[in-house]
């Protein structure tokens, strides 16, 4: 099974793709064409860089593709008063005492450096669908976990400025 990707996940994933090939690609090419006129390619660094950059944007472009081939689509709904994507939640762990925010969001998404969670990691799929109040149990592994409590939920479901994830 492939990535869970929302439909805009997909319609982000394609424009990266549409740019990549039609912006991009000529820009590499190019820089491509310019190294190699400078005469001798094995001592050419600008040569090799440039061949780098170009097989770095066609490794790109091969990856989204590939994604999107196997990608399971999901939806970004969720009840008025349920955990879903895209959704900020206050959540106050029991065993530290303390309350982090922490904004739901699909793997190609996620970043913890900006507190955005994974649907897919243990504490994503532990709060997904759960309530405002709800005591939520979150599995670590066969024997472990922690207890989480749903504090607060802001519906918001704006993901314009999200970055996709570099590979």
Same mark, same amino acid.
């Not at 900020?88 to 955005?116: C, Q, W």
């Not at 504490?123 to 979150?138: C, P, S």
């Given at each position: 099974m492939g990535e869970q990707l929302t439909p805009n996940d997909v319609k982000k994933i394609k424009e990266e793709i549409e740019y990549r090939k039609l912006v991009v690609r000529k820009k590499e090419l190019e820089a491509v064409k310019e190294a190699r006129a400078q005469g001798d390619l094995s001592e050419n660094f600008e040569y090799k860089a440039a061949k780098q950059d170009k097989n770095r944007n066609e490794s790109r472009i091969r990856y989204l593709e590939r994604m999107l081939k196997h990608a399971k689509i999901v939806s970004d709904q969720s009840a008025g008063d349920e955990v879903?994507?895209?959704?900020?939640? =206050?959540?106050?762990?029991? =065993? =530290?005492? %303390? /309350?982090?925010?922490?904004?739901?969001?699909?793997?190609?998404? #996620?970043?913890?450096?900006? +507190? !955005?969670?994974?649907?897919?990691?243990?504490?994503? !799929? #532990?709060?997904?669908?759960?309530?405002? +109040? =709800?005591? /939520?149990? /979150? !599995?670590?592994?066969?024997?472990?976990?922690?207890?989480? %409590?749903?504090?607060r939920i802001d519906k918001s479901t704006d993901d314009s400025q999200d970055q996709l994830r570099r590979y």
């Open positions: 879903g994507i895209n959704n900020t939640v =206050d959540l106050y762990f029991e =065993d =530290d005492e %303390e /309350v982090e925010t922490y904004r739901l969001v699909t793997s190609i998404r #996620a970043n913890s450096m900006e +507190g !955005k969670i994974s649907i897919e990691s243990p504490l994503g !799929k #532990a709060i997904r669908g759960h309530r405002e +109040g =709800d005591r /939520v149990f /979150v !599995k670590t592994g066969e024997n472990g976990g922690y207890y989480v %409590e749903i504090r």
